[in-house]
């Protein structure tokens, strides 16, 4: 944010967060990415407690993360996003049991 003098926007901060789960990746590797599967389970397997994005980890394939609820206010002549309610670690499930969920085929 320094280096833009502005907050940054959705796809950055996905980029930027992309960019430093596949370098964990690498890193649990040792760098052995020509291991494919290895290097897979290590993708599906990251969880990061810090990241633009908040807390995040990857369950059945999917990101598991925090969810908000925001509200747009003007703040020092800008207006902002603000957080008006969060919904914790919310997977692709959500409230319902990921059994009978993962019994449903795609049409």
Do not use: C
């Not at 369950?59 to 993360?65: I, L, N, S, T």
């Amino acid at each position: 944010m320094q280096k833009i003098k502005r907050d940054p926007t959705g796809p950055l901060m996905d980029s930027y967060t992309a960019a430093l789960w596949i370098g964990k990746a690498i890193e649990a590797v040792n760098g052995d990415v020509e291991n494919k599967d290895k290097f897979n389970d290590a993708l599906q397997g990251q969880k990061m407690d810090s990241s633009p994005h908040g807390a995040l980890s990857i369950d059945h394939g999917q990101v598991v993360q925090d969810m908000y609820i925001r509200r747009i206010e003007k703040v020092k002549g800008h207006y902002q996003n603000t957080v008006i309610y969060t919904y914790p670690k919310v997977n692709q499930f959500w409230k319902f049991d990921p059994q009978t969920i993962l019994k449903f085929k795609a049409v």
